[in-house]
């Protein structure tokens, strides 16, 4: 079984985006969003008229100061590749530490499968969760639309500062 990565997060974070489990190229480097086809971090920091700082502790702490974490549902699991349908094995996250010590107001997946894996987890108590489109390479084809939708979820998810 593949180990997921921990949570990101601090005892500000309100929204926290969701993500299945990290890519072949993401555990590789030990980061999350690291296959340089995943257009996440640009979508993010476009999303939050931010430059991307480009170096992943600095990523994280500008995540961090907008109030958004990063964790994935799956916590163990079994995946042949990088894609979500080839998934043959998983363990799920208990979110229940986390929830306990951030007040999240809203969940952001990315993802349809990270949206289902979501919604049945118990330790996932009645949160506002929303299903945003997948920031994956394999998503591509749909740049337009994707960016749209995370730009707008992130805007009323994030209250100004």
Not at 101 to 130: C, D, R
Request: proline fraction near 6%; charge should be positive.
């Amino acid at each position: 079984m593949k180990q997921g990565f921990s949570p990101v997060y601090d005892a500000r974070t309100e929204v926290l985006i969701l993500g299945t489990a990290p890519s072949v190229k993401s555990l590789e480097k030990q980061q999350y969003y690291a296959n340089p086809g995943n257009q996440f971090w640009n979508i993010l920091f476009h999303s939050l008229a931010v430059e991307d700082p480009l170096e992943y502790s600095q990523r994280l702490e500008l995540l961090k100061d907008h109030r958004i974490g990063l964790w994935d549902v799956y916590a163990t699991f079994e995946r042949k590749g990088s894609l979500d349908v080839n998934f043959s094995s998983i363990v799920p996250n208990d979110f229940t530490t986390l929830l306990t010590k951030a007040p999240i107001k809203t969940i952001l997946t990315n993802g349809q499968l990270a949206y289902k894996e979501a919604l049945k987890n118990p330790t996932i108590p009645n949160l506002a969760i929303q299903q945003l489109p997948s920031t994956s390479g394999a998503n591509n084809g749909q740049s337009k639309t994707r960016m749209v939708a995370w730009k707008e979820a992130l805007a009323t998810s994030i209250k100004a500062k």
